[in-house]
């Protein structure tokens, strides 16, 4: 059963077409990846499915509620919760604080607030900087408190983009851990937008492709990653050559 559904997609700016018809279904309990060079059009689809910019034309469905024009506090309330490339938490509150005030989204009170804070910073192994300033933590645990944040908000369908970016390799694989307990204990289905290949096709169940706009394919990410389209407009020939060496 569908939870997402993103019928002919569009986003013009000015004379620019950012977005051109672009479609795809996503799959309750499913990690959905959106992958594509700089510029294609990634982000601007996040910022469409929650209103961060008014859609120019197309649909969004989410749990066969059409929400295509919805305002971006409803849509976080129904359930879609999101993380930003560029991370700016509340630099002079805590941790804990930041996350509590993110969980104001559906807690109606401090108490709530802070037993949903507590259960986030704990799940996303925070507990050691809970009472740091936020503005004193390197990339690695602002990724992690940007994941805590949108996980406060309870949503059904997660957001992330770009998790991953800046992280060492051993921050990455922690990432991916966490991504996939998203999945696996908290039932939360997750599109995903990353730019390392490490952690896109290691979680992902499905993956859809589009450049300039526009869509170039979709399938697994076996076939996604063998696909000569794609290698020609995203991965390189380097990885396809890599992919067959390790086969």
Excluded: W
């Excluded at 599109?191 to 706009?213: F, L, N, P, Q, W």
């Amino acid at each position: 059963m569908s939870i997402l559904q993103i019928k002919k997609l569009v986003k013009n700016f000015g004379g620019l077409t950012a977005v051109d018809h672009v479609s795809f279904e996503v799959e309750k309990g499913e990690i959905f990846g959106l992958i594509g060079p700089n510029g294609s059009g990634k982000t601007t689809i996040f910022n469409l499915i929650n209103q961060y910019y008014p859609v120019s034309d197309g649909k969004i469905y989410f749990n066969g509620e059409e929400i295509t024009h919805n305002k971006t506090f409803e849509i976080a309330r129904l359930g879609i919760g999101r993380t930003f490339q560029v991370v700016k938490p509340l630099k002079r509150l805590t941790v804990e604080e930041n996350v509590m005030a993110a969980a104001f989204a559906k807690q109606a009170t401090f108490a709530g607030a802070r037993k949903v804070a507590g259960e986030v910073i704990d799940f996303c192994r925070l507990n050691d900087v809970a009472q740091i300033k936020a503005g004193s933590l390197p990339i690695g645990g602002r990724k992690r408190l940007e994941i805590a944040r949108a996980l406060a908000t309870k949503p059904e369908l997660l957001l992330l983009d770009e998790t991953a970016a800046g992280l060492n390799p051993t921050e990455v694989d922690e990432a991916i851990e966490i991504i996939k307990a998203i999945r696996s204990e908290l039932g939360v289905t997750i599109i995903i937008v990353e730019h390392i290949m490490k952690v896109i096709m290691t979680i992902s169940d499905r993956i859809h492709v589009i450049a300039y706009g526009e869509t170039i394919t979709e399938g697994s990410p076996e076939e996604v990653a063998k696909n000569p389209q794609v290698i020609e407009a995203y991965l390189g020939s380097d990885y396809n050559k890599g992919a067959q060496s390790d086969a």
